[in-house]
């Protein structure tokens, strides 16, 4: 096997290694032509089982995965305007996406309370760093997120001098010269089972 454990397949059809008495076709490959291919982008597993080396793709990687209904996403806020945000959808869950895509949080999904009240620019500002949850897929690959709930909202922002922004409350966050609004998420740590 010319690439070991660990490669990395970007694409679907990618020829791994040759077929042999001893390297058979495991989950996420198959055999054509007396060659082992990837069936899914992802990292090359070898496993040995009962005497054979198992060749399986992992997924989990960078690339494989894209927004779905309900996915949680860590998003780079780019605009703000008045009745919205753009953004930027960097991760879904714990994946890197291999291209960012685009999303839009509105001034209606920004919190389940006193919608009213929401003023974008004193949630979000450009370059802040959301986690949100997808609600749609909007018009042109565009996807619809919310930010409604006490885990969603800004995690990392930075001041106008640079220096890093920390939560003092649901709605403002403060760093050594300065306290600015934002829609703050409560980061919960997840749990070890």
């Given at each position: 096997m010319?690439?070991?454990n660990g490669h990395i397949v970007t694409l679907p059809g990618q020829r791994i290694c040759e077929a042999t008495s001893s390297h058979v076709a495991g989950e996420g490959t198959y055999i054509f032509?007396?060659?082992i291919?990837?069936?899914?982008?992802?990292r090359v597993i070898v496993e040995p089982r009962g005497g054979l080396q198992v060749v399986k793709i992992s997924l989990g990687l960078q690339g494989t995965v894209m927004p779905e209904v309900g996915s949680i996403v860590t998003c780079r806020v780019l605009t703000v305007n008045p009745n919205q945000a753009s953004v930027s959808i960097l991760c879904v869950g714990f994946h890197l996406l291999h291209t960012p895509v685009s999303g839009t949080v509105r001034k209606q999904n920004v919190r389940d309370h006193q919608i009213d009240l929401v003023e974008m620019y004193n949630c979000f500002r450009p370059n802040d760093i959301i986690l949100a949850t997808v609600?749609?897929?909007?018009?042109?690959?565009?996807?619809e997120l919310s930010t409604a709930g006490t885990e969603l909202g800004v995690v990392t922002a930075y001041c106008e001098e640079g220096h890093p922004l920390v939560p003092a409350s649901w709605t403002r966050m403060k760093c050594k010269c300065r306290s600015e609004l934002r829609k703050v998420a409560k980061v919960v740590p997840?749990?070890?089972n």
């Open positions: 010319k690439e070991g032509n007396k060659y291919y990837a069936s899914q982008a992802g609600l749609s897929l909007g018009d042109v690959r565009n996807y997840p749990k070890n």
